[in-house]
């Protein structure tokens, strides 16, 4: 589409854009004008850190899900806010690979207030920290 001359309005891109990587490739492949990103932010709020800041620690990764916990119930209502959160944060993908994690998903997904889920994010964080550095 961007090369067709008649085309004058810009492209956005849109679908599976998952990190900053698959956004410049995007720009790249395509040539559009702008990309949009969607569901990659739920659980990855992160994702639109530069490429030149360090990556979060696993801490400071947990923070910012708490906050979005924190911020949803805030916003909404807890009822609300907790049904909105819980799904994202199970889909996390700092979870990714972690050994026996499916009873920790279920939790997440079954929780029905917001000190419960984040008991869970904090067990979480303690699972994460204590897992072997990949090499």
């Given at each position: 589409?961007?090369?067709?001359?008649?085309?004058?309005?810009?492209?956005?891109?849109?679908?599976?854009?998952?990190?900053?990587?698959?956004?410049?490739?995007?720009?790249?492949?395509?040539?559009?004008?702008?990309?949009?990103?969607?569901?990659?932010?739920?659980?990855?709020?992160?994702?639109?850190?530069?490429?030149?800041?360090?990556?979060?620690?696993?801490?400071?990764?947990?923070d910012v899900l708490k906050e979005m916990l924190r911020i949803n119930v805030e916003r909404i209502d807890e009822y609300r806010g907790?049904?909105?959160?819980?799904?994202?944060?199970?889909?996390?993908?700092?979870?990714?690979?972690?050994?026996?994690?499916?009873?920790?998903?279920?939790?997440?997904?079954?929780?029905?207030?917001?000190?419960?889920?984040?008991?869970?994010?904090?067990?979480?964080?303690?699972?994460?920290?204590?897992?072997?550095?990949?090499?």
């Amino acid at each position: 589409m961007k090369n067709n001359p008649r085309i004058t309005i810009p492209i956005i891109g849109n679908g599976d854009v998952t990190s900053p990587q698959t956004a410049h490739e995007r720009f790249e492949q395509y040539g559009v004008d702008a990309i949009m990103i969607g569901r990659a932010t739920f659980g990855c709020p992160w994702i639109f850190r530069s490429p030149n800041e360090p990556d979060l620690t696993i801490d400071e990764k947990i923070d910012v899900l708490k906050e979005m916990l924190r911020i949803n119930v805030e916003r909404i209502d807890e009822y609300r806010g907790i049904l909105h959160t819980r799904r994202h944060l199970a889909a996390s993908p700092i979870f990714k690979g972690v050994p026996d994690f499916k009873q920790t998903r279920i939790a997440m997904l079954r929780s029905t207030n917001a000190c419960e889920l984040l008991d869970i994010l904090d067990k979480c964080r303690e699972t994460l920290k204590n897992l072997p550095l990949e090499s």
